[in-house]
């Protein structure tokens, strides 16, 4: 019904730059609500997975404190695929990010894609 796949993921320097993107698909795109979001969560070892950014249909967004002014999340004009531009990366940034759709109460998930920040 819905997935989500992820790419981008990496090993990039502290103070480097990643992008990440997630392509959804899936017969319940074809209809699409203003309510709808898509957002990308983190989760780094034990670790309790955590939120990161998110967007609305209208282009709203919502950002984890702590990447404010070093993260932007994006979709293309179709609304299916999602990007987080991640700049000033930190070690404390490396996780798996995972991409995530929501519909009222519905959430799904994509498999995850794995970021390390290490010199």
């Known amino acids: 019904q819905v997935q989500l796949v992820e790419s981008g993921g990496g090993l990039v320097q502290p103070g480097g730059s990643l992008r990440l993107s997630c392509t959804a698909s899936g017969s319940i795109f074809r209809s699409m609500f203003s309510s709808d979001t898509m957002a990308w969560y983190r989760q780094a070892p034990g670790k309790q997975r955590e939120f990161v950014a998110t967007i609305t249909r209208d282009g709203s967004t919502n950002y984890k404190d702590s990447v404010k002014g070093r993260f932007t999340i994006s979709t293309d004009n179709a609304k299916t695929t999602v990007y987080l531009q991640m700049n000033s990366l930190k070690p404390e940034d490396a996780a798996v990010y995972y991409c995530?759709?929501?519909?009222?109460?519905?959430?799904?998930w994509g498999q995850g894609t794995q970021v390390t920040v290490s010199s």
């Open positions: 995530n759709f929501r519909r009222f109460s519905a959430n799904y």
